[in-house]
């Protein structure tokens, strides 16, 4: 019997279903249905790697590591197997599937220890939130190089959903209207001061500042987030009107009353659900009475992980947290804010992710140059993972405009 068949016996007596997609073994067998893109088992530490992380996090240490790959378009299989998750029972569990699996993976010679996790994986210590595992979690994600993502991005450097109006639009024009849209909605006018919470490579700032001749701060988390923005406002001779400071927001303690406008672009994801009113409280305090908070944020299904599962916990975004989009409004108007708007933006992010990851496909040599084959194969896999969380819904993405009394 060859690898490939046998892995299909495990399959079905372990979950009680056959081979949703097509399997190629380690020995070039096959199995499974044809047609669509084919799951390549390389060597067998994928199989130890699935024993003893069996799931999501197990397939992803597998993916990364090059244990395992796909042959053909890896959003297409991704579509597949949920397609698949949605019209099936949920696989057997406890004492006997597992028993069934490690017998299977002792037919198939695949036992042995737990393999090391891959090195890409974020290790981060201390209590959830402190400062200093706030800043870990952030340069974990976002210091990986300025090179990394001007190769990735737009030339605004814009890290979050675009704003698409028409068919054919470029990324770059994409976000100039994004960026726009946030400064229309603010209502900003020349002289004015806006305060930009988790400032990104400051394509706000910048956009405020360059386009409507407002004083613009920016905080930020990431080192390498700054020195960007530092390098970029000399180059401009926007120093009068652009300022970046490397500081945690709580951290911040400007007079009450200081910004005439708020903005805050997918930052909160970032700040956890027992301090958000913490976040909300900064930028409330920050505005003087009458200003407006324009948030963008990311928002998912009740049924959906608050961290986005454990690869993007693991992989991403350490300690990321997402709520549905109502329990972001109520903290909003708990904390004082006054809701004016609320617009959703979710297939927005489907072209944001599209644009991206044809972006990335097209560099992935310069990609794989810069931070290592391991690096780059987890971005894939986030990028096409992340793409069809908003194309399927499980996430969304919002701007709430809301006003200080």
Not at 181 to 205: A, H, P, Y
């Amino acid at each position: 019997m060859t690898a490939a068949d046998r892995l299909a016996d495990v399959v079905r007596d372990a979950a009680g279903i056959e081979l949703p997609v097509r399997v190629r073994a380690w020995d070039g067998s096959e199995a499974g249905p044809v047609g669509g893109p084919v799951l390549v088992i390389k060597r067998r530490r994928a199989l130890r790697r699935l024993l003893w992380a069996p799931g999501e996090m197990g397939l992803a240490r597998a993916y990364v590591t090059g244990d395992i790959d796909v042959d053909g378009d890896l959003a297409d299989g991704f579509r597949q197997a949920w397609a698949m998750a949605a019209t099936r029972s949920p696989a057997p569990t406890g004492w006997r599937s597992r028993a069934v699996a490690a017998a299977g993976a002792v037919r198939l010679g695949a036992v042995g220890p737990p393999p090391k996790p891959p090195v890409s994986e974020a290790k981060l210590t201390g209590r959830l939130h402190t400062r200093l595992r706030d800043r870990a979690a952030i340069a974990h994600h976002y210091d990986l190089s300025n090179e990394f993502y001007e190769l990735l991005l737009d030339e605004h450097m814009a890290y979050s959903s675009a704003y698409y109006t028409h068919d054919g639009q470029t990324l770059h024009d994409a976000q100039t209207t994004k960026l726009e849209l946030v400064c229309q909605k603010l209502g900003l006018t020349k002289g004015q001061r806006l305060l930009d919470v988790g400032c990104g490579w400051g394509s706000m700032i910048l956009h405020a500042a360059r386009t409507h001749g407002v004083h613009a701060t920016g905080i930020t988390l990431s080192a390498e987030q700054r020195d960007f923005i530092v390098a970029r406002v000399a180059a401009e001779g926007l120093g009068d009107l652009v300022d970046v400071r490397l500081q945690h927001y709580r951290e911040f303690d400007d007079p009450p009353g200081t910004f005439d406008a708020v903005s805050s672009i997918e930052m909160g994801e970032h700040v956890g659900e027992r301090h958000y009113p913490g976040y909300v409280d900064v930028m409330y305090r920050a505005l003087t009475p009458g200003g407006h908070l324009l948030l963008q944020q990311m928002s998912r299904n009740a049924d959906a992980a608050p961290g986005g599962g454990p690869f993007i916990e693991s992989y991403i975004a350490p300690d990321m947290h997402m709520r549905p989009l109502w329990q972001t409004v109520r903290h909003l108007q708990d904390g004082g804010f006054e809701i004016r708007d609320v617009e959703a933006m979710r297939e927005q992010y489907v072209r944001t992710v599209e644009h991206w990851l044809e972006t990335f496909d097209a560099n992935y040599d310069r990609f794989v140059a810069l931070q290592g084959e391991e690096v780059a194969r987890v971005w894939r896999l986030y990028l096409v993972g992340g793409g069809l969380a908003f194309e399927q819904g499980r996430m969304g993405v919002d701007q709430l405009l809301a006003r200080k009394p």
